[in-house]
């Protein structure tokens, strides 16, 4: 039995929505789960620009501390990442990952066709002059802009809650004219990444499918659902649709 009822045609175009749900299996914490991140501090506190501009000392601290766990040896890519990876090199349609993460696990996956619509977590942005550069190391007042040299403008280049997300028009684009939508590791809770699979099933043509260890708040929007580990589901998923695509050569 697949876990979509109905296949898209090998050269259609796939659009893959994924939240911090396909990174848990990585060692990442998601953000809604009992032990997630907004458990811990809450989103007001440092995921916002007001936040930002009330204490820059903690929202740096809150991000360099991401940015320290996500670069340590045992974090890398899971079997999730993985499919993914695959599903674009192996697929004749265009595939497209569109992460809400800002982790860079998609990327060392293989992924290549990838929008990071809520940023990126290694790397920064100048308040003074815009540019935006790859940023490992911790970010503080001190820290010089590599391309205009000021100190004190730098931040993480991740869109914060009252952010417009980045890529929208694009990602409008593709949720208009594809043939599959998958939604992975999301809680459906943060818009407007909640609302693309009204917008690929009702604007659009898409097969909408959701893979989640739990039902979401969209679930009921989704054609087929399938709740359990990013890890397990998603490379049935791929070897569903490779079959598929083989079988139609
Ligand atoms: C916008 C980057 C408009 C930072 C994030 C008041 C003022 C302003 C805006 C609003 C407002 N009220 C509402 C809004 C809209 C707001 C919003 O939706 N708020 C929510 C809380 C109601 N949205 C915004 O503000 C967005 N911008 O609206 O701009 C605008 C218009 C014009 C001009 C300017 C602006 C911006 C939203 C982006 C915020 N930044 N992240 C950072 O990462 O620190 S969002 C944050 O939530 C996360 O980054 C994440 O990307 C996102 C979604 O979370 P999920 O990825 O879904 O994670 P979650 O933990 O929730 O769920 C994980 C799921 O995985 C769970 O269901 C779990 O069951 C499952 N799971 C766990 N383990 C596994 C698994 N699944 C599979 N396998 C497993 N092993």
Same mark, same amino acid.
């Given at each position: ?84 990876? /695959?599903?674009?090199?192996? @697929?004749? %349609? +265009? ?6 993460? $800002?982790? &860079? #696990? ?48 730098? /931040?993480?280049?991740?869109? @914060?809650? %009252? +952010? ?6 694009? $990602?409008? &684009? #593709? ?55 990013? %890890? ?18």
């Amino acid at each position: 039995m697949t876990l979509i009822d109905r296949l898209p045609a090998p050269d259609d175009r796939i659009v893959i929505l994924t939240g911090a749900g396909i990174s848990k299996e990585s060692g990442l914490d998601t953000f809604r789960d009992a032990d997630g991140i907004w458990a811990r501090v809450r989103l007001e506190d440092v995921a916002t620009p007001e936040a930002f501009a009330a204490d820059p000392d903690r929202v740096q601290a809150f991000y360099n501390d991401r940015r320290r766990m996500l670069r340590e040896a045992d974090i890398r890519p899971n079997a999730a990442h993985e499919a993914l990876a /695959r599903l674009e090199a192996a @697929w004749p %349609g +265009e595939v497209v990952v569109v992460t809400q993460n $800002i982790d &860079d #696990l998609h990327e060392r996956a293989g992924t290549r066709a990838l929008i990071h619509m809520h940023g990126e977590l290694l790397k920064a942005r100048c308040m003074a002059c815009d540019a935006i550069n790859v940023h490992i190391d911790d970010l503080g007042a001190r820290t010089p802009c590599p391309a205009c040299t000021a100190t004190g403008a730098l /931040r993480p280049h991740v869109v @914060w809650f %009252g +952010e417009m997300p980045l890529e929208m028009e694009r $990602i409008g &684009d #593709l949720l208009g004219d594809c043939g599959l939508f998958v939604a992975i590791g999301t809680s459906g809770t943060v818009y407007p990444a909640a609302g693309f699979v009204q917008e690929a099933r009702f604007h659009g043509r898409a097969r909408t499918v959701e893979i989640n260890l739990e039902p979401s708040e969209g679930h009921t929007l989704f054609h087929d659902c399938h709740h359990g580990p990013a %890890g397990t589901l998603v490379p049935r998923l791929v070897g569903d649709l490779l079959a598929h695509a083989n079988r139609s050569d």
